[in-house]
Each structure stands twice: as structure tokens, then as C-alpha cells.
Nanobody, 121 residues
Framework: VQLQASGGGLVQAGGSLRLSCAAS????????MGWYRRAPGNERELVAQ???????KTADSVKGRFTISRDNAKNTVHLQMNSLKPEDTAVYYC????????????????WGQGTLVTVSS
């Protein structure tokens, strides 16, 4: 089971980007999917996460600007980022927790490769 993130890039302040992350493998279900970020000099922080039920948690710093969504059938999670600010510049990481495969194996706290988001002022 792997996570593959995409969608980062360079954008001007006020612009938008959409990050996507796809889980591959013989997956039956994924409990929680989310996005974290690490800015230079900072620790990694939660940006947003979404459960299979659809309930979400979003960091206060991005509320009203970022929206997380997922497609359970395709095992994908997306992060729509609007009104981007220079302080959103970071490497964004996709995360998935409690993945159950069709072979009834479980994976916990799986990370994708980071994707860099740079917001210029």
C-alpha cells in the first residue's frame, strides 16, 4: 500500500491550488485520510483530516480557506487551498491511518511523499 501525492507548485498570494493523494494497493477501506505540512524551521502540523464517515477536522489557521474532501471508492483525498498566503508555504504530506486491505491486513499511519507548496507575496 502506498500514498502518492500531487498538485503542489508555486502560486501567488491569493491564488489557489488543489492537492490530491491517491492510495494504491488492494485496499478495502481507509479510516482517516489527511494532510499535514512542515514549513521551514517548523514542526509538522495537521492541516486537515477527514474520516470515512465524512467528518472533518481543520486547523484554525486554514479554516475558511482550505477544504478537504475524499472519494472513498477511489481511495483519494483532496485539499482545495484558496486564498493562499505566504505563510502557507510548506511541504505538504498526505497521511492515511488504519488502512484495511482485502487480505485483511492493516496499515497504520502511512505517509506519502511530500509535495512542495510555495506562495509568493
Amino acid at each position: 500500500v502506498q500514498l502518492q501525492a500531487s498538485g503542489g507548485g508555486l502560486v501567488q498570494a491569493g491564488g489557489s491550488l488543489r492537492l490530491s493523494c491517491a492510495a494504491s494497493g488492494s485496499i478495502s477501506s481507509i479510516n482517516v485520510m489527511g494532510w499535514y505540512r512542515r514549513a521551514p524551521g517548523n514542526e509538522r502540523e495537521l492541516v486537515a483530516q477527514i474520516r470515512s464517515s465524512g467528518s472533518t477536522k481543520t486547523a484554525d489557521s486554514v479554516k475558511g480557506r482550505f477544504t478537504i474532501s475524499r472519494d472513498n471508492a477511489k481511495n483519494t483525498v483532496h485539499l482545495q487551498m484558496n486564498s493562499l498566503k505566504p505563510e502557507d508555504t510548506a511541504v505538504y504530506y498526505c497521511n492515511a491511518d488504519r488502512i484495511m486491505t482485502r487480505g485483511l491486513l492493516y496499515y497504520y499511519d502511512l505517509w506519502g511523499q511530500g509535495t512542495l507548496v510555495t506562495v509568493s507575496s
